[in-house]
Each structure stands twice: as C-alpha cells, then as structure tokens.
C-alpha cells in the first residue's frame, strides 16, 4: 500500500462547524485518539488537519504496540494502552490489525543482555511479564539464526497493529460517535481573548470553542512558536520498509541486532536498519542546542547528522504569521520525505546476515516519517500555562502509535478537567523552563 501524500484522496470532509467543544489540530494517533474519548463522554470535537488523516509519522511507524523498553513515567500509560487496544475493534467495528504477538530484543553479548535486564526492574513494577532468555530459547524461537546470540529480553504480551489502517478506522469510528475531521484543513493560529483560547481560526474559517489541543507532531513547535510559546523539539527522520509476502520467521517485532522486523498482516514484515534515525540541521537545532544537549551526547549511537540538501530554506524558515497569511502548513500538506538509501541497504544487509530466511525477499517500497522529539525523549502532555484552554500532547519521540490510546483518554481527561489517573510531572511542560535536567530515561 502506498504512503499516504498530498495527492491521495480527501475522505474525512465534515463541514467546519461554527463552535464545538475542543478543536483538535492534528489528526494523528494522538489527535484522533483524544478526540474519540472526548466524543465517548459526549463532548463536542474537531478534528483538523492540514493534510490527511495519519498522512505523516502516524502511517510511517513501525506498527510496534511495546511496553517493553518504555520510559518508567511512560509505561503505566502504555499498559492502559495495549489493554484499549486489545478493545477497539469490536468497540470501533473495525479491524485495526491489532494482536499480541511479542516483542524481543536481542542481545550479541553478556554486556548488552545485562544493560537489557536492567529494565526488569522497571518491568517487576507493574506485574510485567517481560522475561530475559537464554541463547537457546532463542534459537527456538527465531529459527535459522542460531548461535547469533548471547539471550535477548522478552515480553510476550507486546503487541502489534497496522498503522496504515489504524488510525483512519478509529477516526471513521469517531465520525460515527458525533465527532468532526476535516482533512485539508491548516489551522492557522489560536483565537485568544484575555489571555484564554476561546476558538480557532482554520483556512476555511473560525470555530470557536472552549479548549485546544495541539497534537501535531513535527509541526507542534512551529505552530506554538508563531504564539510566543517555546517549545524545544527536534525533528528526526527514520526510514522503514515492507517485504513482499515472507515465510513466518518471526509473528511479533524483534530488535535483531543492527536491524528490526515486524509481522505484517499482508504476510510481509516491516523492516527498519538500526542507528539510522538522521536530523537534518536547521534553524532549531541551534535554538535548541542547550535543552538537546544531553540527549544528543547519549544519542550517538543511535542519531546521525546530517546536512542534505535545503539547509538554507531550513536555516531560515518562516516562522510567524497572522491569521490572513497562508502558512507553511498549507504549503506543505503531507511531510513525504524520502527514505535513506543507505538505510535500505543497511536493511538488505542486516536481513541476510541476522535472518537468512528473509534475505531473498524482495522490498516493494520503502519509506521515511519525520518523528518529533524532544530533549528528554519523553511527550508533553499538559495545559500550557499562559494560554489557558491550550493543551499540548506532542514530542512521543518515535514511541507514539502503540501508547496513543492511552495518551488520547489521558489527554481528554486533562482537557475536561479531570484527574488523569497517572502520575504527568514528567510530562509537564514547565519542565523545558524551570531548570529540571533534560536527562533522556532508560530505554532500549
């Protein structure tokens, strides 16, 4: 299936209403997500987009549902996660392609196993069962790769999902609840009365409502930012790829040394090259220097920066505007990157040395998202201070498909006000600002 682009069909087109509730910008997994619980509690919703429904990283992920690895803050959030999932198509009466299958990372050597385990103590918190195996349990469990591995770290009640069919299945699910999405549609600035949001004001028109919530991605600190609201994210491109049709040599994700492989449901598998997340130097990543600079010196095994072409244009992008210009939002619909060819190679590579039975798969497309990052590799979920009815659910650092049921209930309790049954002091806002350490958690 291809990616979703500028030029695929427009099929979300709801009329823009003269006030609703909650207008919602972004009409990713984290968008359409708390739109659908703000619509289960009967609250009125919009969702905008400027693109398409999932066009960007929420359609280019992986399709990994993990709790293993997570952020320690993150993973109460994502258990609630993958117990909604395992819900939502009899709920939605749609196939999201959801199932549990495992996740597994694999370790070469006793060192890697050991830092693996560490997380177990994480894991032991909340009743996980995520497990460390021996090289032989590994061996039976990916056959034709044997004596590769040293153990890997286990949890079988890790999932997976197709995301291509995910998130527009849950937002037709939202239409049938009341909700409202409206692709090709840019929100272009807040409107703001007396220092409190009181509604939108799109391309096509004004809406007015009570509270917004900026879920938009890679775009999030570019539309904050024309409001004088500082928010340091930085943008990270990673490549993915699908295999025709393949012998099952693995039905959940694995991390399989320098390359990773999820089950499809069309028979393939996804596959991704490890350590070949790239950003591309631009305007923020000099006005963001000081909060990334921990997870920049952490990260290097992992991120490479690149130069590539239109540094200029990202060295000097727009970056403010009225409510009459056209935007950079309208200018660029669906972010459709191209993928990395070394990546790709990388992937072939990995396939033939790591899992032989795949190595003679063809690829039929490769691809590559932008994912939003922010210093401490952790979201921003919360209501910004100064613009009151402003929420903020942005910055999921690559970690958003499979936690974003669970971030949606938790973001649309926040916006009616309601506790939010999890601990959120990690995933204040404020923390950018008040002098707390940008100090990225563990995590595989």
Known sequence: MPMISAQSPVTFQDPLPDRVDVVIIGAGVIGISTAWFL?????????????????EQSSRNWGWVRQQGRDAAELPIMIESINIWDGLAEETGDDLGFTRQGVLYLAESEA??????????????????????????????????????????????????????????????????????????????????AGKVVGVITEHGRVRAQSVVCAAGVWSSL??????????????????????????????GASVGEVSIRRRMDGGYTVAAGGMNEHFIGADSFRYLFEFRAALSSSTRFLRVRFGEGLLKRLTPTTSWDEDTV?????????????????????????????????????EEAWAGMIDVTPDVV????????????????????????????????????????????DLTRFRFSRFFDGSPMNPGPGL
């Not at 197709?162 to 909700?179: C, D, I, S, T, Y």
């Not at 990270?236 to 025709?244: E, F, G, L, Q």
């Not at 613009?387 to 650092?397: I, N, P």
């Open 327 to 363: 935007t950079p939002f309208e200018h660029t619909r669906v972010l459709n990157p191209e993928p990395s060819q070394l990546a790709v190679e990388r992937m072939h590579e990995g396939l033939a040395r790591r899992l032989p039975a795949l190595a003679d798969v063809p690829f």
């Open 223 to 252: 539309f904050v930012g024309n409001l004088g609201i500082r928010l340091p994210q930085l943008t990270v491109r990673s490549t993915a790829a699908r295999t025709a049709p393949a012998p099952d040599t693995f039905s959940g």
């Open 39 to 55: 619509a289960k509690s009967g609250v009125s919703v919009l969702v905008c987009d400027k693109g398409r429904v999932a066009g």
């Open 379 to 422: 979201p921003v979920m919360d209501e910004v201070g100064d613009h009151r009815g402003l929420f903020l659910a942005t910055g999921f650092s690559g970690h958003g498909f499979g936690i974003g049921p669970g971030a949606g209930r938790v973001m649309a309790d926040l916006v009616q006000g309601r506790p939010p049954a999890h």
């Open 112 to 193: 890697q196993l050991a830092n693996q385990a560490e997380w177990l103590d994480v894991a032991a918190q909340h009743q996980l069962d995520t497990r460390v195996l021996t090289a032989k349990q590994v061996d039976e469990l990916i056959p034709g790769a044997q004596g590769q591995w040293h153990g890997g770290l286990w949890t079988a009640s890790d999932g997976r999902a197709e995301p291509f069919k995910a998130v527009p299945a849950l937002a037709r699910a939202l239409q049938r609840r009341g909700g409202l999405v409206r692709e090709n549609c840019a929100v272009r600035t807040l409107d703001i009365e």
